[in-house]
């Protein structure tokens, strides 16, 4: 378990996602939260890649700003739909157009993960196929007046007011909240096994 795993260490969440709060103290990890303030730039590289990362460089940021003890852990999450990766929408306007796309179509979400210590890191990714329901221009207005789009990658929430529109997901659903759960686990029991940490 998790929580029993990381007891000795100081770790440290590059993040201030409320989403991946939630999901570490949903698993008892004590921890404290540090921003990284890095660029995440859309590129045209493949998108596992880029998410990864981008997933490093935030958390090499936050462990250059420490102590070299603590355990640092980032992620990085993007929505792809045929080829195109949607970010986090700028303007109303582009979260209006990236939930239209997204309408009755399926699309793929990555997450892109970093576990680093003073000994070595390890970075992965998970990904899952989210499909959304047919919606109306009416429907995707009101969502957006929620101004829950406003911060998310492909813009929406799979955890809130979003949620309404999800007709199926084949994967982690923890992944599509931002960050894998079982992925994130399985690294961490890697770089002890080894000792990384």
Request: charged share 25%; net charge negative; glycine share 10%.
């Amino acid at each position: 378990m998790l929580d029993k795993i990381l007891n000795e260490y100081k770790v440290i969440l590059a993040s201030q996602s409320p989403r991946r709060r939630d999901i570490f103290d949903m698993l008892g990890i004590n921890y404290h939260t540090q921003s990284s303030n890095i660029a995440e730039p859309i590129t045209g590289e493949d998108p596992a890649l880029q998410a990864m990362r981008n997933a490093r460089n935030k958390a090499e940021a936050v462990f250059a700003t420490g102590d070299g003890q603590s355990v640092i852990v980032s992620a990085d999450t993007i929505v792809v739909l045929e080829g195109r990766i949607l970010g986090k929408p700028e303007s109303a306007e582009q979260a209006y157009g990236y939930l239209s796309d997204l309408r009755a179509n399926t699309h793929t979400v990555i997450t892109g993960i970093c576990m680093m210590g003073r000994k070595g890191q390890k970075c992965g990714y998970e990904q899952t196929q989210v499909s959304f329901a047919p919606l109306t221009d009416e429907e995707i207005r009101d969502y957006i007046k929620t101004q829950e789009p406003a911060d998310k990658a492909g813009a929406y929430g799979i955890q809130g007011f979003g949620s309404q529109f999800i007709t199926r997901i084949e994967g982690c659903y923890f992944n599509v909240m931002g960050f894998p759960v079982r992925r994130f686990y399985e690294i961490t029991k890697d770089l002890i096994a080894r000792g990384l940490l």
